[in-house]
T-cell receptor, first 114, second 115 residues
Framework: DAGVIQSPRHEVTEMGQEVTLRCKPI?????LFWYRQTMMRGLELLIY????????DSGMPEDRFSAKMPNASFSTLKIQPSEPRDSAVYFC????????????FGSGTRLTVV | AQKVTQAQTEISVVEKEDVTLDCVYE???????LFWYKQPPSGELVFLIR??????QNEISGRYSWNFQKSTSSFNFTITASQVVDSAVYFC????????????FGTGTLLAVQP
């Protein structure tokens, strides 16, 4: 089991550029979550999917953020255009839908927008 | 709405001391799950424990123990005989049962264990 795989691990981009973060959930996990971690706001849930369908995107900060899950093994979080205040660590997590099993987190993507 | 409060922002102890990290939660659901995660300086989120709302038995795993009390909506975490390697940020989190599947985190407690 390779765990939840996120790429890239680090991303430095200039303000105004498009940024795409990627996540591969654990095989068989049909819920996927995107979190953002900052010093000011802690760990915030941005959006989550059940069976590839977005269920709750109320945490997405603004229209510059979008997330997709085209299939069960891949999800993207896109920021366009990026701003310095988007600098954060973005975590992806997955879990099996239902039951009481835990959430497994990826290693995160550290995004720096300059 | 679900909410998790970790009132202790930072705790500093000397190695071998016992330390308790507090967690208070709010939820309207009768079925819910509580979690603790550890985030060491390397940044990854490490799962420590999960409890469901119907199981109030305390749990012990090595030097770690957890005290779940529904009457006070608390799920506290104790590290016995702390070690420098325990230095990390610890997060308490809550997931409500049913179709709502999201995991909501507290603000975390930074534990510094001094040698």
């Amino acid at each position: 089991d390779a765990g939840v795989i996120q790429s890239p691990r680090h991303e430095v981009t200039e303000m105004g550029q498009e940024v795409t973060l990627r996540c591969k959930p654990i095989s068989g996990h049909n819920s996927l979550f995107w979190y953002r971690q900052t010093m000011m706001r802690g760990l915030e849930l941005l959006i989550y999917f059940n069976n590839n369908v977005p269920i709750d995107d109320s945490g997405m900060p603004e229209d510059r953020f979008s997330a997709k899950m085209p299939n069960a093994s891949f999800s993207t979080l896109k920021i366009q255009p990026s701003e310095p205040r988007d600098s954060a660590v973005y975590f992806c997590a997955s879990r099996p839908l239902g039951g009481s099993l835990g959430y497994t987190f990826g290693s995160g993507t550290r995004l720096t927008v300059v | 709405a679900q909410k998790v409060t970790q009132a202790q922002t930072e705790i500093s102890v000397v190695e071998k001391e016992d330390v308790t990290l507090d967690c208070v939660y709010e939820t309207r659901d009768t079925t819910y799950y509580l979690f603790w995660y550890k985030q060491p300086p390397s940044g990854e989120l490490v799962f420590l424990i999960r409890r469901n709302s119907f199981d109030e038995q305390n749990e012990i795993s090595g030097r770690y123990s957890w005290n779940f009390q529904k009457s006070t909506s608390s799920f506290n975490f104790t590290i016995t005989a702390s070690q420098v390697v325990d230095s990390a940020v610890y997060f308490c989190a809550l997931s409500e049962g049913g179709a709502t599947n999201k995991l909501i985190f507290g603000t975390g407690t930074l534990l510094a264990v001094q040698p």
